[in-house]
């Protein structure tokens, strides 16, 4: 085999090198990526330290700079991924230069300010995570135009205004904006969701069909500590893969349980509402119903029998209410395996011994009061 010429050899590496470099536009994005951070929050120790624009991001090896928060394909940037390096400052709208951007993950620093309109039109941005930083602002309606988008985070954050219309993002799985000052009404949501995470906003009005109508394989929906009211209707239960659904401190007034044909639904809790009305034995319909929470609401009436022969159930929380009645003997026969607790009701003879009645009952008088002067309570 014929040796190559070193000035060959030498050709060919320069070649190469001139291919891998980075396409100037990504750079420059680059540069203003890192000139918006405020320089003292760039510890030495930090990915941003490394960003050294003297050599190129994307030539191989990194050994000196460009150690992390960006990975690339050929020429071009593909993530941007800071390291939780507790960096201030914004987030520059030059990102919507690095056009081959799948991923940004800017979580747990301290970047404030709106999220630049200019990124929503990254063409193949697949995951945004911008978790726990100070983002401020609404989110534009331009959001629906993020085609490729799968998880989209920016749960703990500051936003405000109301959620946009994201019906068109269809390819949208996981939606967390928990933990911000978002308001108004649930809007339509794209239909291949299957997480959705709102906790911790002031979300107002209803539960409406027209929202999750098209959503067939939702399995987590997390709704706790907002505004919203009425009823919790039948339908929202029968989701089709509907796993998980957390509705606790909200200010609900009634639910509706509807048999279900067959369901996935494994836990519910919707505690800490204004919830009025029987316990509902439908409940222990739902096959695999592993966990229910409706404590401290103001739900009367006895607890059916049922829910002490339900096999799959863990855990029942019913405190807080004004439930009459014996509680059904099988959750203290020994065989149960049910925690929780029937404490701070109106029940008669709740075992003191068992853990579900270790909470005491509420006075006579109050139960007295509640349920029209019929109560009477023995311990």
């Not at 019913?318 to 014996?326: S, W």
Request: hydrophobic share 35%; with cysteine.
């Amino acid at each position: 085999m014929t040796p190559i010429p070193a000035a060959v050899f030498l050709l060919l590496i320069l070649s190469t090198t001139a291919t891998a470099a980075t396409l100037s536009s990504d750079i420059s994005a680059l540069k203003a990526i890192k000139s918006a951070i405020n320089p003292t929050t760039i510890p030495p120790y930090s990915c941003l330290a490394s960003w050294n624009f003297t050599l190129d991001p994307c030539s191989n090896p990194h050994v000196t700079h460009f150690l992390c928060a960006l990975s690339c394909s050929a020429n071009r940037v593909t993530q941007l991924t800071f390291d939780p390096a507790g960096y201030a400052g914004t987030l520059s709208p030059l990102v919507s230069q690095l056009t081959q951007l799948t991923t940004i993950d800017l979580s747990d620093n301290k970047l404030s300010g709106p999220i630049p309109t200019s990124l929503f039109s990254l063409p193949n941005l697949q995951t945004l995570i911008l978790r726990s930083n100070s983002f401020s602002g609404t989110l534009p309606p331009i959001i629906s135009t993020l085609k490729s988008i799968q998880t989209i985070d920016i749960s703990h954050n500051s936003l405000s205004g109301s959620l946009p219309d994201t019906s068109s993002s269809l390819t949208l799985t996981r939606l967390d904006l928990s933990f911000n000052k978002l308001t108004g009404p649930i809007p339509k949501l794209p239909r291949n969701l299957l997480e959705l995470a709102l906790r911790s906003n002031s979300l107002s009005g209803f539960l409406s069909n027209s929202s999750f109508s098209e959503l067939t394989q939702l399995e987590v929906v997390e709704l706790s500590e907002n505004s919203l009211a009425g009823t919790i209707p039948g339908w929202f239960f029968l989701q089709p893969g509907l796993q998980q659904v957390n509705l606790a401190n909200n200010k609900f007034t009634c639910i509706e349980i509807s048999i279900p044909i067959d369901s996935d639904l494994v836990a519910v809790d919707a505690g800490y509402n204004k919830i009025t009305g029987c316990l509902s034995v439908n409940f222990t319909a739902y096959p695999v119903m592993s966990s229910l929470s409706l404590r401290y609401n103001e739900l009367h009436g006895p607890i059916p029998e049922e829910y002490s022969r339900k096999s799959t159930l863990r855990r029942l929380f019913l405190d807080g209410n004004y439930l009459t009645g014996m509680p059904p003997k099988g959750f203290f026969s020994g065989k149960s395996s049910v925690s929780g607790s029937f404490g701070d009701n109106c029940l008669k003879s709740c075992p003191t011994s068992s853990e579900l009645c270790s909470k005491s009952q509420k006075p006579s008088s109050i139960c007295r009061r509640a349920n029209g002067g019929k109560v009477k309570l023995k311990s």
